[in-house]
């Protein structure tokens, strides 16, 4: 069964620009979360869905939103990036709603 | 607000030592989480610890929960060079299922 995939795997982007991000989850799982990684803030949770619905939502301002389609996949956007936005942007999913979270290759986001 | 606390944040060992690493959180869990990450790659699941007194073993790792003390532990028997790598422990706190607070992660890095 094939893992769950990101895309794209690096970027760069510049202040002020948005950026959409993208994740695929395991088939048959329904829940897809979204967590920042930083080396001075660790491992931070964004938000989580399950069948289209934002069930939690991290302590992180409104630049960020995500959503989640029919098929499960789900993507998140940064808008008016700042440089403190860069980060690796794990991606997880779960069958269901308390099962494991596996995780993606993640997308590292260079702001400049 | 949940916290999770990890210590050591570093542990540089010997092959063959014995070591533990340390979990603590700071309110009720339903569930408590052990993840491996290599450098520049992304989160393996090691565990999952459901109740009180659960206990899991993989090869030369295994975890325990005493959800009473708050405290989950990852037991390290006769390291070898491939198990150096970053450890995080990461709770999910009741009624936010999905939602990992993480640890701060313990760099592990195993010498000949």
């Known amino acids: 069964k094939a893992g769950v995939t990101q895309t794209p795997r690096y970027l760069i982007k510049t202040r002020g620009q948005q950026v959409t991000l993208s994740c695929s989850p395991i088939?048959?799982?329904?829940?897809v979360s979204w967590y920042q990684q930083t080396p001075g803030q660790g491992l931070q949770f964004l938000f989580e869905?399950?069948?289209?619905?934002?069930?939690n939502k991290g302590n992180f301002p409104g630049r960020f939103s995500g959503r989640q389609f029919s098929n499960s996949r789900s993507e998140m956007n940064v808008s008016t990036l700042e440089l403190g936005d860069s980060a690796l942007y794990l991606c997880?999913?779960?069958?269901?709603?308390?099962?494991?979270?596996?995780f993606g290759p993640g997308t590292r986001l260079l702001v400049l | 607000e949940l916290k999770v606390e990890q210590n050591p944040l570093f542990l540089s060992m010997q092959e063959g030592k014995n070591y533990t690493i340390y979990c603590n959180y700071s309110?009720?869990?339903?569930?408590l989480y052990w993840y491996r990450q290599d450098p520049g790659k992304s989160l393996e699941s090691l565990f999952v610890?459901?109740?009180?007194?659960a206990v899991k073993q993989e090869g030369r790792l295994m975890a325990s929960l005493d959800t009473k003390a708050r405290l989950s532990t990852l037991h390290i028997t006769a390291a070898v060079h491939d198990l150096s790598a970053t450890y995080f422990c990461?709770?999910?706190?009741?009624?936010?299922?999905?939602?990992?607070?993480f640890g701060t992660g313990t760099r592990l890095q195993v010498t000949l």
């Open positions: 990461a709770v999910e706190g009741t009624g936010t299922a999905s939602k990992l607070t």
């Open positions: 869905y399950f069948s289209e619905t934002q069930r």
């Open positions: 610890l459901l109740s009180n007194g």
């Open positions: 088939s048959g799982h329904r829940s």
């Open positions: 997880a999913s779960a069958a269901q709603v308390e099962e494991t979270q596996y």
């Open positions: 309110t009720t869990s339903d569930r």
